[in-house]
Nanobody, 121 residues
Framework: QLKLMESGGGLVQPGESLTLSCAASVLWLSDMTVAWFRRAPGKKREGVASITNDDRTEYVDSVKGRFTVSRGSVENTVQLLMNSLKPEDTGVYYC???????????????WGSGTQVTVSS
């Protein structure tokens, strides 16, 4: 059973950076598409960034140029580098994985439990 665990969330000020990490319980995460989603207070969960098994990436418009998703140096990890953070980036961030290429669609089979990111002055 694939399990995912997010880490790296916290409280930061606007304009600062944060890196989230998603670690899998299996070594074949590199064979799967992995995505980051977030749920802001009072809003639906939305896809933020995804990376396929051949490293094609996709981003929601609101984070393009600020966020970067990448495979970690450790084989079973994926990272989300978030620069120039804004208060509207606040939310619970989840990583998700699937053997299918769902992109930013909320159709993934495997989910982590989430990590809180708060951007506030």
């Amino acid at each position: 059973q694939l399990k995912l665990m997010e880490s790296g969330g916290g409280l930061v000020q606007p304009g600062e950076s944060l890196t989230l990490s998603c670690a899998a319980s299996v070594l074949w995460l590199s064979d799967m598409t992995v995505a980051w989603f977030r749920r802001a207070p009072g809003k639906k969960r939305e896809g933020v960034a995804s990376i396929t098994n051949d490293d094609r990436t996709e981003y929601v418009d609101s984070v393009k140029g600020r966020f970067t998703v990448s495979r970690g140096s450790v084989e079973n990890t994926v990272q989300l580098l978030m620069n120039s953070l804004k208060p509207e980036d606040t939310g619970v961030y989840y990583c998700a994985a699937d053997s299918l290429e769902w992109g930013l669609l909320d159709e993934y089979d495997y989910w982590g439990s989430g990590t809180q990111v708060t951007v506030s002055s």
